[in-house]
């Protein structure tokens, strides 16, 4: 069933048996190579929040938690521009992080982050990510946990936004035509 966002006519594209697979099996990565350590997990609001609380949940070890909010996109389009609107909040020097992100398609967003992160010389940096369009790439960015490859196309839903609706929705929709 189609949905209807504003201005915008969405259509089905994963549906959330696929998505919590891919969660799945990311977090059994993750517990694994975290097996006996407490890495801080940072995920990129506003829209990783619906993967973070459901890989969290599906983990197997005990992660600190922190969340840092930054933009780039205005309405369909990524603005090529990233802001960071909330910053980090705990000390993560000589802390293991993974960087939370829902979907990396330009990878401006997570390469600022990753500029940003280093300065506080952490142990180790990764990314893990639900979603990767790497059609869209425009920075080189090193995935260490990846759940779906996408074609890149503007999508809405569980997490994700158009204009701050959708993010509700537990499916991901693809905008119609």
């Given at each position: 069933m189609n949905v209807r966002l504003a201005d915008k006519t969405f259509e089905p594209f994963i549906g959330a048996?696929?998505?919590?697979q891919a969660v799945s099996s990311i977090a059994d990565t993750i517990s694994r190579d975290f097996k006996?350590?407490?890495p801080v997990f940072l995920p990129i609001l506003d829209g990783a929040f619906v993967f973070a609380a459901d890989l969290a949940k599906k983990l197997t070890i005990t992660p600190k938690f922190?969340?840092?909010?930054?933009?780039?996109?205005?309405?369909?389009?990524?603005?090529?521009?990233v802001n960071q609107v909330m910053g980090l909040d705990i000390d993560i020097s000589g802390q293991d992080v993974i960087i939370i992100e829902d979907i990396i398609?330009?990878?401006l967003?997570?390469?600022?982050?990753l500029k940003e992160l280093r300065k506080h010389k952490p142990a180790s940096i990764r990314i893990a990510t639900l979603l990767n369009?790497?059609?869209?790439?425009?920075?080189?960015?090193s995935i260490d946990y990846k759940g779906l490859e996408i074609p890149n196309r503007f999508i809405v839903g569980y997490g994700m936004?158009?204009?701050?609706?959708?993010?509700n929705l537990d499916s991901i929709y693809v905008l119609k035509g």
């Open positions: 048996e696929k998505i919590q006996d350590k407490t922190s969340f840092i909010k930054v933009k780039s996109y205005h309405n369909t389009a990524s603005s090529g521009l398609d330009t990878g967003t997570v390469s600022y982050l369009k790497p059609g869209a790439l425009v920075e080189k960015i936004d158009y204009n701050g609706l959708g993010r």
